[in-house]
Every structure is written in structure tokens, then in C-alpha cells.
């Protein structure tokens, strides 16, 4: 039996009902172009090939590559690309139809991931993830909330976001100390708000958060003065946490990158 490596922040998943859970949510269908992320031993892999006949794996445990390669072998066609996801080009793997994402993210890298596939989100038809619950409260929540903050503020002018339902660490091996969340993330048609520099939009939501106790005044006092802030119809004396998102769009249009 392979055992999980913690480098690779492995928990793989074993409930039967659960997987049954998941594959529903993501309903793969033939021709679609699936793609996972971290496949692991295959427990989503090979129900999910089942039904959409073939599709593609990023994994860079060369040991689970390996039994992955047997253990699909008379389910459908499997194309495993042996990578760094954080590092991984998902241009390369399309071709006509937009891919369909799906994975149980490593949880130690899943904030830097998230922002990785946003920057490629143009690629994506949705994304199906399991995430550590703390983290999808943090990417669904609405402002004025102590879950609210960076992550939530980062995607919302690039995906909409579901969350589904939550896993008990039960479900893997070995347990995660956490309860994790299926989670459906779908690019916005259109923009809710316009990005007119993406960089300046980093740079003001980091600020912004950095001390989350700070009004925008004392935050923003490096990037900008209080009559600016103003004159975007933002009150300086506010603190982040209490901003939808557009209005740091609006702030980021007074800084240049």
C-alpha cells in the first residue's frame, strides 16, 4: 500500500459514498476535457475516466504515477503529465473546448494554487476542488465578516464560487486534522467589475489587509492619501474588511504598478 507523503501534503481519499458524492457534483460527461490535479491513487480518477472516456493528470509523485498507470489502464485513456502544478502551463493541454478542473488540492499549497489557475482562467469551463473548509469560508465570504479578506477579494472579479458540501477527515488516509469542502469554482462571461492593472489591484488589496485592524487611511498610507481615497467615493476612515470588492478596483486605479 502506498503510503501518503507529507511533502506532498498527500490525504487520498477512500469513502465510497463520498467519491460517489463528488463525481455526481462534477457530472464528467463524454468529449468534455477533464483534467486533474494531484490524482493521487485515483479514487476520483478512475470513476471520473469511466464516464468521460479519457482525460489528463497533473501529479508529481512519480510512485502514485506509476500505479495510476495500471490501475487505468482498462478504464480509458489517461494522459499523466508528471509536474510541479504550481508550475504546470494548462494552455498546453487544450486544444478546442475549454477544460473542466477537478482535484483534491494539496491544502499546504492551496492559496498560491488558487492564484496560479486564476491567472489561467481563460482555459477553464469551471473547477471542481476539495479545500480545507477554512478556505472556502474564506473564498465565499461576504464583506463585514471575519472570514472575509486577501483570497476573497482576489477572486471575485474572476470566478464565481459554490461551495457544495463539506468531507470529514474520516473520508481519507490519513485523516486530515481538518473537515474539507467541495467547492465549484466557474469563470465570470464577464467581469462583475473591470481590472484595469492587475498588479495595482495586488498591491492595494495586500495593503489593505495586511493589518486587518488598520483603517484604510493608516493601511493605504504608502500607497495613498486620504483625499485620494476620497476622491474614488471610499470613506479613508473605514477598515478593509467592511469593502465589497469593486471598491478596491476603484483604489487600484490611482496607483500605478
Not at 483570497?151 to 474520516?170: G, K, N, Q, S
Amino acid at each position: 500500500m502506498h503510503q501518503a507523503r507529507k511533502r506532498f501534503g498527500q490525504h487520498f481519499l477512500s469513502d465510497q459514498h463520498v467519491i460517489h458524492d463528488i463525481v455526481a457534483a462534477i457530472d464528467p460527461q463524454p468529449n468534455q476535457h477533464m483534467v486533474e490535479i494531484g490524482p493521487g491513487l485515483g479514487a476520483i480518477t478512475l470513476p471520473v475516466l469511466k464516464l468521460a472516456k479519457e482525460m489528463d493528470a497533473v501529479e508529481i509523485d512519480r510512485d502514485v504515477i506509476a500505479a495510476l498507470k495500471v490501475s487505468s489502464f482498462s478504464v480509458g485513456k489517461l494522459s499523466i503529465h508528471e509536474a510541479d502544478v504550481l508550475k504546470f502551463n494548462f494552455a498546453s493541454l487544450r486544444h478546442v473546448d475549454k477544460l473542466r478542473l477537478i482535484g483534491n488540492l494539496p491544502y499546504n499549497i492551496s492559496t498560491p494554487l488558487l492564484f496560479h489557475l486564476i491567472e489561467q482562467g481563460e482555459h477553464f469551463h469551471d473547477m471542481h476542488f476539495m479545500l480545507q473548509k477554512e478556505v472556502v469560508d474564506r473564498m465565499a465570504s461576504a464583506p463585514d465578516n471575519k472570514n472575509y479578506g486577501r483570497l476573497t477579494v482576489m477572486l471575485a472579479p474572476w470566478v464565481r464560487i459554490e461551495p457544495l458540501f463539506d468531507i470529514a477527515p474520516t473520508a481519507f488516509r490519513p485523516p486530515p486534522r481538518v473537515i474539507s469542502t467541495m467547492v465549484r469554482l466557474i469563470p465570470h462571461t464577464a467581469p462583475p467589475f473591470i481590472i484595469k492593472n492587475k498588479v495595482a489591484f495586488s498591491r492595494v488589496v495586500l495593503a489593505a489587509f495586511s493589518q486587518r485592524r488598520k483603517t484604510l487611511r493608516n493601511a493605504l498610507q504608502l500607497l495613498l492619501t486620504a483625499e485620494q481615497i476620497r476622491s474614488v467615493d471610499i470613506d479613508p476612515s473605514l477598515r478593509a474588511e467592511v469593502l465589497p470588492p469593486e471598491s478596491f478596483a476603484r483604489l487600484a486605479t490611482l496607483i500605478s504598478a
